[in-house]
């Protein structure tokens, strides 16, 4: 900016910076004014001065229109040059031509200034009160939301408040109601109650009354029985002088029946019970004769526990009379216990072991037999029934059974189990391997053959057998006669999974 040491040029210059200034924050309104000063003095000398100044109302509308003025803003700023440049011009023509014109352009100019200062501070002032009017709606509209949300939490709480009322109501109600409930039924059950306290009391009442008849027929009849034997004794008084003598002799009598009825001598307990080739049995002996069913293993191991538990130091004898086999099950669970019993079981022969007898004396710790007993080894036996699949099924469980039973005989023997198999067919067609026992001991199918028993355990005389008759001897033990009149053995079933081993060439035995 130029600058020039005379007033008038001072306030010129001054009034061209405002407008410079006024011009570049007024292009954002992008309106327009024209300025003319001319003077009156020299009609041949006229100056015209056009200058773009903005009203207080334009400013205003400005303010109120933002999106008008940032449109022209751009073309505002580019003109803003270049009007300053012609009010230089101006300025300086002014100052060349007439300096009495350049005082009262500078006097006009000053006045023009005092006008926008004032209408800017009367804009200033609008401005603020507008701003204080906002702050004023902002602060109210916010106190109004604050109360409209007030409001509002006020009666969310009084609707919670009266629903949580209700809700206690309602539990009241229904908790009074159950009370009155309960407390009817409370009344119903003392009621009932006290009413079978009465009937109680009443059969107690009736009951003592027939306690009391009866206590006064005791207390005659106790009177009466004291009597008879009073009477009774005197007259033992007078008998017992004349009968004395043979009630002597019948005591005397039965005395000597009583003794000669046992031979008054204990069982012979011996750890090696086999003395000169005879074999003494104590009475540590269990009996097998007849088929081995469901039963019997319990029948074994209950006197296997028994004779244990009373002394474990002499053997235990499993005498086997005439056996034809059985359950697989059971001849297994009695193998078991005699291998787990802390005293030696010894297995007697003392005419037929077969199928799972034969298993259980061959297994045995140590076996006997009459030379003349018969010992039978055969393939599990059994019938199927069911689908083919099923009989698939039970096939091959019979298979794993007489691997099972079958085996530990064949390793006793020397030898594998399908040679076993083999030698059976090879001896009998039918597969029913049959052997007297002092050949049976050659194959280790018993350990020694004794002539001489003797059975130490009879101390008392053996009582007669019940005469029955032919019919009930007939059907016992599950004897039946079939369509032919023939008599046949029923076998019971058998538990899943089980089956008989037993021998069977006459189909006796049947299920």
Known sequence: MMSFKPLSLSVLISLLSAHAVFALESTEANHRATLKVATTENADNTVTVKANAGTASDTEENAKNPENSESSATTDVATSEDRLATLLKLLEQLKESNPELSRQLVEKVEQHQLQILQLQQEKELLSLQNELLQEKNRFALAQLTANKERVELENALQVAKQAQALAELNDKKARLELENAIREQQSKLSFADKEVEKAQLAAQNALQEEKNKVIELKIALETAQIAHETAKLEYEKVKQASIGDLTDKLVKREQRALWDSQTNKAP?????????????????????????????????????????????????????????????????????????????????????????????????????????????????????????TQQNEQAAMMQEWSRRVMEPVANKMGMNLETLIKEMYKHNSDGNWREFADKAVTLKWVDTVVENVRDTSYIKQPQEPEVVAPDVLLFSNHEKLDTNGKSYYQLPPLSVMDMYHLYNPDNYYRY
């Open 268 to 388: 012979e307990y011996l750890q090696d019970p086999y003395v000169n080739g005879e074999l003494i049995i104590s009475d540590r002996r269990i009996m097998i004769t007849g088929p081995i069913l469901p039963g019997s293993s319990m029948y074994v191991t209950e006197r296997l526990s028994y004779f244990n538990n009373k002394s474990a130091e002499y053997p235990i004898f499993l005498i086997i009379d005439n056996c034809a086999g059985g359950s697989v099950m059971e001849g297994m669970q009695i193998i078991k216990a005699m291998q787990a019993s802390q005293a030696p079981v010894y297995v007697v022969v003392k005419s037929l072991a077969a199928s799972m007898a034969a298993v259980i004396a061959t297994t045995a710790k140590r076996s006997f037999a009459y030379p003349d007993a018969i010992i039978i080894h055969h393939q599990v036996w059994s019938g199927f029934l069911g689908n083919l």
